[in-house]
């Protein structure tokens, strides 16, 4: 199964093509996309959701994950990545594609086993469950890899 795992944001979008077959895992690709602050809001939106599109399009994943939107301080940002993540959701359906959300809680308890572990964590077992030499940078692909990975371990065939 190819699962695209999504770390959904405004300016920054990470995401991750995992395939896992049999228990396995390993990476197809990962990334992030990335508007400049400058650009109007919906010229950000419009590029969010063309190159999601074109990704879909490229690696034909079977199904998308995403993270579910955490934020606590600053609202307006908030607002703004929320938006995104509307505008990402629409491509993933537009493609025909059926769409999970889990919680960082949810990620971190699937990746590494415990809900409460830190960013390092997740980020060492990534490299370790995907068979990479480094950890992926930046750190929203990393993310986005991890959700990918939460999804395998939350599908039930």
């Given at each position: 199964?190819?699962?695209?795992?999504?770390?959904?944001?405004?300016?920054?979008?990470?995401?991750?093509?995992?395939?896992?077959?049999?228990?396995?895992?390993?990476?197809?690709?990962?990334?992030?996309?990335?508007?400049?602050?400058?650009?109007?809001?919906?010229?950000?939106?419009?590029?969010?959701?063309?190159?999601?599109?074109?990704?879909?399009?490229?690696?034909?994943?079977?199904?998308?994950?995403?993270?579910?939107?955490?934020?606590?301080t600053n609202l307006k940002t908030g607002i703004q990545v929320a938006?995104?993540?509307?505008?990402?959701?629409?491509?993933?359906?537009?493609?025909?594609?059926?769409?999970?959300?889990?919680?960082?809680?949810?990620?971190?308890?699937?990746?590494?086993?415990?809900?409460?572990?830190?960013?390092?964590?997740?980020?060492?077992?990534?490299?370790?469950?995907?068979?990479?030499?480094?950890?992926?940078?930046?750190?929203?692909?990393?993310?986005?890899?991890?959700?990918?990975?939460?999804?395998?371990?939350?599908?039930r065939f």
């Open positions: 199964m190819r699962i695209l795992g999504i770390d959904p944001g405004f300016a920054t979008v990470g995401y991750g093509i995992v395939n896992y077959d049999g228990n396995k895992f390993s990476a197809c690709d990962y990334g992030v996309i990335t508007t400049l602050a400058r650009t109007p809001f919906e010229d950000r939106l419009e590029q969010l959701y063309d190159e999601l599109t074109k990704i879909i399009e490229f690696y034909n994943p079977e199904t998308v994950a995403f993270e579910e939107l955490f934020f606590n938006h995104g993540r509307g505008v990402l959701f629409l491509a993933a359906i537009k493609k025909g594609l059926k769409c999970y959300e889990y919680t960082p809680l949810q990620v971190k308890q699937a990746v590494v086993g415990y809900g409460r572990a830190e960013k390092q964590q997740v980020m060492a077992m990534v490299k370790l469950l995907l068979n990479l030499e480094k950890i992926p940078r930046p750190d929203d692909a990393a993310d986005a890899l991890a959700v990918a990975i939460c999804h395998a371990h939350s599908i």
